[in-house]
């Protein structure tokens, strides 16, 4: 069963701010760099279409998650412009969106789960990087915390016997 929603319901930029939480300068911001889309009235002023409330609160989200500009815009691109955009046209981007955003995940739980142990990035000053980092091996592999980047060791540094003497 369709359901008829008549003509799409269009919004001041000032409605549309107090919806987002965006400030009227963001969201002409936005405008400017194309990431969303104002029709004009007779009288000039700004209109926009109810569902661009969802468009910009993808680049609030996105852009919290450290995602640049340019890439929200390329997301952005797939949607159709001047009309709603349906569910599978959301799908077809979080779709191209899973991996960056699973890679960021891992990042993530690297970084909270390994932060108080060795990284991998040389620095050598805690116990544990004797065992997992000894004389910066992992250096030879490039530069950075080697181990939040997804790089393992090799091989054991050391016996895991005299792992356990040592943490």
């Known amino acids: 069963m369709e359901v008829d929603l008549g003509e799409p319901q269009m919004l001041a930029i000032g409605q549309l701010a107090d919806r987002t939480g965006l400030s009227v300068s963001a969201i002409r911001f936005y405008e400017a760099r194309g990431l969303v889309t104002a029709l ?44 709603a955009p349906t569910q599978q046209d959301w799908a077809r981007i979080s779709r191209s969106f899973r991996n960056s955003l699973d890679e960021r995940i891992d990042g993530l739980v690297r970084l909270r789960d390994r932060l108080d142990g060795c990284i991998g990035c040389g620095c050598l000053s805690l116990r544990k990087c004797a065992l997992y980092n000894p004389d910066d091996r992992l250096g030879r592999l490039g530069p950075g915390p080697r181990l939040l980047l997804g790089d393992a060791p090799s091989e054991p540094a050391i016996s895991p016997a005299a792992a356990i003497g040592s943490s």
């Open 40 to 83: 004009r009235n007779r009288g000039g002023q700004r209109r926009f279409l109810r569902s661009e409330i969802r468009r910009l609160s993808f680049i609030l989200i996105a852009q919290q998650l450290g995602f640049t500009l340019g890439q929200i815009r390329e997301q952005l691109a797939a949607l159709p412009q001047g009309r």
